[in-house]
C-alpha cells in the first residue's frame, strides 16, 4: 500500500517502474527483468522481493521524488508489520497511503481481509498503553491551523448526515475522495502541537466514518484498517474518549463477523482504557453491544448484567453534552439492542416489550435507525407466530429504508422476508416477497 502511494506520487506507471528498476539494477551490475505484473505482486500481496532489489526500488523513488525514501517509507522493511507500534510520522503515511489508494479503488485493498486473533487486538492495545505521543508537531510543508481542522469537522458532520439517510455505499467514494485530496496533505503539513492534536481528532473522525461507509458497504478488510489508523489518530490527539468510539466500531464490526468473545474484549478495553474520558451514550453503547454478544455465546447472566448497566447509564446522557459522534445513541437506541439480546436468548415476550418502545421513540431517530427498529420488532413478531403483523410492520420498514444503499441495511431487509415467509404463506407475506425481491434483488428461496 506504501509502495503503491509512492508510486502514484511519483507518477510512474507499473511498466516504467519496473523500467527503472531494471536500469538501476544494471548500473549495480545485477540483470532484472521485472515487468508490470512483478510491481503489481509486490503490490497486492505486499511481498517484498529478494536480494538488494528493494534498496534499488527506494533509490528509483528518491531520485524521482527528490526525497530520500528509506525502506519502512515504502513498507519493503522485513521487520515490524506497517501500523504496528510505529511512530506517529509512519502512521500518519500509512493513513495517506490508505486514502490514496482507496481513492484509486485499488483491487488488492478492495479483496483485504480483516485481522483476526492477536493481530486484531495489537491495535486496541497500542491506543490503551504507553508510550503515548509527547509532542505531535510537525515542521515541513504548509502550514496548518485552526480553520483547516474546522474544514475536517464540518465535513464529518456532513458526510455522516448523508450515510444515515442515502447508505454507506454511495457516500463511500466520495468520503474517501475528501480524505484523499484535501484530510491528507494536512496531516502532513505543518503544525503546533496543539493545532496538531486538533487535526488528528478531526482527521481520525472522518478516517472512522470512512471505515463505517466501509463496514456498510460490505468491504469488511478496508473497514478494519480505517478503524486501526482513526484509533493511532486518536490516541495523537490525547482524546481517550474518542478513542473509546473507535473501539466501539471494531466491537460492532467484531459482532457482525461473529467474534463475540472479542466483542467483550473490546468493550471491556474501552471501558477501562478511557475510563473517566467516555460520555454516558458511548457507555450505554458498549454495555449494550456486551449483551448482544454474552447472549449469543449463551450466557443469561452476563447478558443481563450488562442490559442493567447499559439501561442504568442510558438515563444519564444528556445530548448537548455528547461529542459529535455519539449522536447515533437516540432515545429508543438501547431499548432496540435489548430486545435483540432478548430475541437470542428466546425470551421473546420481554423483547417484543423492548421492541415496541423502540418502535414508538422512533420519531426521535434517523431513517437508519428507524428500519432496525422496525426490522427487530418485525423479526420477533414472526418468531412468535404473529405474521400479518409482522409482515405489516416489515412494510413500514421497507418505505423508511426506500433510497438507501447499504448491504447492512439490505441483508436486514431480506432476514425480516425471510422470518416472515417462514412462518406463513399468507397474501401479506407474499406481498412482502415480492416487494423485498423488487428492492434487493434477492429472490426468496423456495423451501
Known sequence: MLLDALIDEAGMSHDGFASRVNQAGCRHGLVLLYD??????????ATVPRGRVPELICEVLS??????????????????AEGDGTPLAKAVDAATALWRSDFKQAAALRAAQPLQGPAAIAPVFEWENPPDDLDVARQAGDRVGAKQVRVLQAARLRYERMYREAGGIPVRPRLVEFLAEHAAPLVRGAYDDPTGRDLYRAAGGLAALAGICAYDADLQGIAQRYFFQALRMAKASGDQGFGGYVVALLANQALYR????????????????ARG???????????????KAYARIGDRGGCHASMSRAEDMSARIRPAEEPPETSYVQVGLVETQHADALRTLGDLT?????AQQSVDAAAHSHSRGRVHRLATLATILAGQGEAEVAAET????????????????????????????GVSDGRAATELAERVADMTGVPLRHR
Open 36 to 45: 508490470h505484473a512483478s510491481v503489481r505482486r509486490w503490490i497486492r500481496d
Open 63 to 80: 531520485m524521482r521524488l527528490g526525497r530520500t525514501v528509506t525502506l519502512p517509507d515504502a513498507g519493503l522493511d522485513r521487520g515490524v
Open 258 to 273: 461473529g467474534s463475540n468473545r472479542q466483542v467483550i474484549q473490546y468493550a471491556e478495553t474501552a471501558l477501562r482504557g
Open 277 to 291: 474520558s467516555l460520555s454516558p451514550a458511548l457507555i450505554t453503547d458498549l454495555n449494550a453491544l456486551q449483551a
Open 350 to 354: 420481554a423483547a417484543r416489550s423492548y
Open 394 to 421: 416489515a412494510t413500514v420498514m421497507l418505505d423508511q429504508a426506500a433510497g438507501m444503499e447499504s448491504r447492512r441495511i439490505q441483508e436486514r431487509i431480506v432476514r425480516v422476508r425471510d422470518a416472515v415467509t
